[in-house]
T-cell receptor, first 113, second 111 residues
């Protein structure tokens, strides 16, 4: 079954802990994205990567880090520096730079206790 | 600043009524505009793009460069149209590939 796979679906962490969210795609897409979805604020771009070993900050990158060592993988680390990490996180990919259609994962809900 | 704005968080209409979801953008140059939809318990998915100029599920959206708007319209709403709708833009220039979205509008179509 092709597509975007995010894991875990639900994650709890204590304050002060880093946590890494996984995003894998088998669509052979070059571009990958991380968004944060909050009620009333819509989708906000955290980081995006247009090619392996390269990524750019989105609008709310502070407190987050990413890596893009493989084409199919784009993990997101929520660090302890993120002041309000409890949110729903969505990963997406697109065929290439500027290709408008994003394919989204099912999301990961992170709750900080 | 480059931004996509959806002024309505909630929109309610009755079945068969026309519906318009508003979207305004503030980008220099010629961004690519699109609409995404998220139905209950489904993934966010592309509804339509301005460059394709097509009608999907009875929805259309016209890019108005003068008003910097890309409103989504449907002449006769159906109950199955109830969903969250996001307007988005792909910036050009040095930010090419950076896809940003508005705040989203929850559409409810009542029977």
């Amino acid at each position: 079954d092709g597509g975007i796979t995010q894991s875990p679906k639900y994650l709890f962490r204590k304050e002060g802990q880093n946590v890494t969210l996984s995003c894998e795609q088998n669509l052979n897409h070059d571009a990958m994205y991380w968004y944060r979805q909050d009620p009333g604020q819509g989708l906000r771009l955290i980081y995006y990567s247009q090619i392996v070993n390269d990524f750019q900050k989105g609008d709310i990158a502070e407190g987050y880090s990413v890596s893009r060592e493989k084409k199919e993988s784009f993990p997101l680390t929520v660090t302890s520096a993120q002041k309000n990490p409890t949110a729903f996180y969505l990963c997406a990919s697109s065929i290439g730079v500027g290709a408008g259609e994003l394919f989204f994962g099912e999301g990961s809900r992170l709750t900080v206790l | 600043a480059q931004r996509v704005t959806q002024p309505e968080k909630l929109l309610s209409v009755f079945k068969g009524a026309p519906v318009e979801l508003k979207c305004n953008y503030s980008y220099s140059g010629s961004p690519e505009l699109f609409w995404y939809v998220q139905y209950s318990r489904q993934r966010l998915q592309l509804l339509l793009r301005h460059i394709s100029r097509e009608s999907i599920k009875g929805f259309t959206a016209d890019l108005n460069k003068g008003e910097t708007s890309f409103h989504l319209k449907k002449p006769f709403a159906q109950e199955e149209d109830s969903a969250m709708y996001y307007c988005g833009a792909n910036a050009g220039g040095t930010s090419y590939g950076k896809l940003t979205f508005g705040q989203g509008t929850i559409l409810t179509v009542h029977p």
